[in-house]
């Protein structure tokens, strides 16, 4: 299931951010850097900045609701850029090229500013940074990598015709839950039919089991709520443990997921069922999205 090419190479090629509106950006730095894990940077104009990697940021939290929340998208070179610029301007999807200073709080060299059928805001950006030092988290969570990102979707048909033109292709479908691929991992995006739209988590890829069984036992030791976990897709095997911050915001360790690379299959279809969403039995807490019961 690879990307729609632009000439040889694919359009888009990560997930590479998420930058979120919160109530109290202090208080969700916190729990950020100091419960869940993720190394703090120094960010600019008020905003508190992640690592989880390699990358300069891969989250950013700020009390701007007028900036709202929006998801990186990278793109493989200013010639993509402009070809999904002509792709989603075509139909009819909003997008407009981001400014110096867009670029500059984003830390990429260019960027066109889009928005999902249900409003959800994409950033379609060039040469993120990266970081020149290693990564070094302020304990050890066992954090290897910003894994990818679940999406709260208003407009389901819409937001698949809008990944879509990019050249991502929906891998499983549990219900109306849409696994996205855009490389060799069974999904990156996840688009989850929702009564609103949002980012509904970050997933940050850890080193094995352990450190999910680890960090299981470290968030009930600091009282920290857990959405759901840990428990394991059944359509793309990944481990997970979903956990809850100040503001509502939702964090995740995953491990494991099902590797799909150029095998050809057509998209599978679970039921929307407890067993679908976790084969391991557990179930959500207070999360529609990620429950059977809507």
Known sequence: MNAVLNGSNPLITSVCYVRHAVGDPQASARFVSDIFGLQKVIGQDGEFSFRSDDRFRTLSLSGDHDG????????????ALE??????????FAARPASADECRRRYVQSALL???????????????????????????????????????????TGDLAFWRLLGAGVSDWVGDIAYLCIDDLHHRIALYPSQRNGL????????????????????QENQVKIVQGPGRQSASQQIF????????????YVNGMAEIGDSARPPRQF????????NWGSESKGVPE???QR
């Not at 443990?241 to 995740?252: A, R």
């Open 241 to 252: 443990l979903h956990v809850e911050g100040p503001d509502g915001l939702i964090l995740s």
């Open 68 to 79: 709202g929340t929006s998801i990186g998208i990278e793109v493989w070179d200013d010639a």
């Open 271 to 278: 039921p929307l069922d407890p067993t679908s969403l976790c």
């Open 114 to 156: 889009a928005g999902d059928a249900s409003g959800n805001r994409i950033d379609f950006v060039t040469r993120p940074t990266r970081s020149g030092r290693r990564y070094f988290p302020p304990r050890d969570a066992g954090i290897v990598q910003f894994q990818g990102i679940g999406l709260r979707s208003t407009d389901h």
């Open 290 to 292: 990620l429950s059977a």
């Open 200 to 219: 509904l988590y970050a997933a940050f890829e850890v080193e094995s089991l352990d450190q999910i069984m680890q960090n299981s036992y470290f968030m």
């Open 83 to 92: 070809a999904i610029g002509g792709r989603l301007s075509a139909h009819g």
